[in-house]
Structures are given as C-alpha cells and as structure tokens.
C-alpha cells in the first residue's frame, strides 16, 4: 500500500528549495504520495519559538549563509544566498499553490517553478504581475490568482499551519512520515533510508 508523506514548506525558505527536488525523487521511487502543505513560516515560528532571521543573533545569522554555500555546492545547484526580492510576503505565492492544488492541478512543478523564482531567478514574487507570468509559462489558468485570494485559499493555509503545529513541525522544509517528523532538507537520506526498511515511526 502507498505512504503518504505531509510536506510542510514555504516559497520562502532557501531549504525548502535546495531539498525539492531531491525529496521528491525519493517518494517517486519509494511510490510515495505527497500531501503539499504550504505554510506561513512568521506564524509558524511564532507559535513554536522560532525566530524570524533578522532577530537572530548575528553568530546565527553568519553560519546561515556558510551553510547555504555548503548546501549549494554539495547539491549541486546554482542559486543566491541572498536573493534580490527576499525577504518579501511569501503569503501570495503559497497560497498560489493551495488554489493550483483546489483546482485539480499536480503542484509539483509550480512549487519548483516558485522556489526557482526566488533563489534562482530572483523575480519578485510579491509582485501579482510576475505570479501571472509564472502561470502562463505552466500553462496554468489566470484565474487562480482570484482563487488564492480566496476565504478557501486562506483557510486552508490557516489550518495547515494548525496541522504543522499539532504533528510538531517547527522549520520548513518538513516531511511527516507516519507521525514521524524530519525537519531540515539534510533529513532527505534519512526518509529514504525510513522508507526503504519500512520500519515503525521512532516516537519522542
């Protein structure tokens, strides 16, 4: 029988985008389904005692951009650390893909696109013009820019937020494993390796 893997991430996160690819490679081979799970990190962090990055102590902030280098290199990706429109309200672009995933649409090609948008790109997507685009380049209907303005769209961003909280989710990216928590895109070896042996959730 197919697992299902909860996919809690946000456009804005440089982690989610580094590890998307890899990840999804993993639950294709594996024959896992992926539940897409956009969420608002500044709420998430609020509510779980994260801080956002410019509170952070410089310390932190200095290792950050060391580990994206790191991550860029052993990846094998071209991006900027520090990307020409970020940071910037992620808010429109995750709920871009809760209205794809309401319509019908398999989002995994318009999350990569948006991620790509901001670290590979650096397009502003804050901007409703440049989201139009990145729609009609998929092939994806306009309209789903009304859509994710919705009161839907903005529900069900709201409760997966909720959702991310109640399965102890802190950071994105996270991928729920049958209750089991891997927070952080270096935790990709470890799903497969939990997928590969099948083997019970490990439990706090």
Not at 122 to 127: G, I, P, Q, T, Y
Request: net charge negative.
């Amino acid at each position: 029988m197919s697992r299902s893997i909860d996919y809690f991430f946000s456009i804005a996160s440089p982690w989610t985008f580094i590890g998307h690819a890899p990840f999804l490679d993993v639950a294709r081979r594996h024959g896992a389904r992926v539940n897409f799970r956009p969420v608002f990190l500044g709420e998430l962090f609020a509510e779980t005692g994260g801080l956002p990055l410019a509170r952070r102590h410089p310390a932190r902030q200095r290792y950050r951009l060391v580990e994206l280098k790191r991550w860029r290199e052993a990846r094998g990706i071209d991006f900027h650390v520090s990307p020409a429109h970020w940071p910037f309200d992620a808010s429109h672009g995750d709920r871009l893909i809760i209205a794809a995933q309401i319509d019908g649409h398999d989002v995994a090609p318009l999350v990569t696109r948006l991620t790509s948008g901001v670290w590979q790109r650096e397009e502003n997507l804050a901007d409703p013009a440049v989201l139009a685009a990145i729609l009609a380049e998929l092939g994806l209907p306009e309209t789903l820019l009304e859509a994710a303005a919705s009161d839907r769209a903005a529900i069900i961003y709201k409760a997966n937020e909720a959702d991310a909280v109640e399965a102890d989710v802190f950071g994105a990216p996270a991928y729920v494993l049958d209750g089991e928590v891997f927070w952080g895109q270096d935790r990709i070896e470890l799903i497969d390796r939990a997928l590969a042996s099948g083997r019970a959730p490990f439990t706090p």
